[in-house]
């Protein structure tokens, strides 16, 4: 089963959850043992499916450390906090969790795009 670390000790996901705003962007870090790399990838796979099923998902994206690091980045985008937590609280979803192999630990993170004047727009 994945172990959840936050990536803000003070604020973590469960915490965040309970804030309304839209839209939000996921970040989820996980970091596993090498040998676990193909169990890893099915389960997130899995997973990654359930949420894209579910109503206010947008898009998602997975991305694997260079080199041989066996720490992986994921982000999706949803139109919501109250869509993601409907989804993350889900207890299809729940249950998906302890498929992951125990190396996995995930820190997630919800966050929402800011306007920066001539570099970006929110």
């Given amino acids: 089963m994945t172990m959840f670390r936050p990536l803000d000790p003070a604020f ?28 890893f990838l099915q389960s997130w796979q899995d997973d990654a499916a359930f949420m894209k099923r579910q109503p206010g998902f947008i898009s998602t994206q997975l991305h ?3 080199g041989d690091s066996p720490t992986y980045l994921n982000y999706a985008v949803w139109e919501s ?10 207890p299809e979803f729940r249950a998906k969790i302890a498929a992951y192999p125990s190396s996995a630990v ?3 993170h919800l966050f929402q795009k800011i306007a920066v004047p001539g570099i ?3």
């Fill in 81 to 90: 906090t109250a869509h993601f937590r409907a989804a993350f609280t889900h």
């Fill in 64 to 66: 694997r450390a260079i």
């Fill in 120 to 122: 970006c727009v929110a």
């Fill in 12 to 39: 973590p996901i469960e915490r965040q959850i309970g804030i309304d705003a839209s839209p939000v962007v996921l970040v989820n870090v996980f970091t596993l043992e090498k040998a676990d790399d193909q169990s």
């Fill in 106 to 108: 995930a820190s997630p």
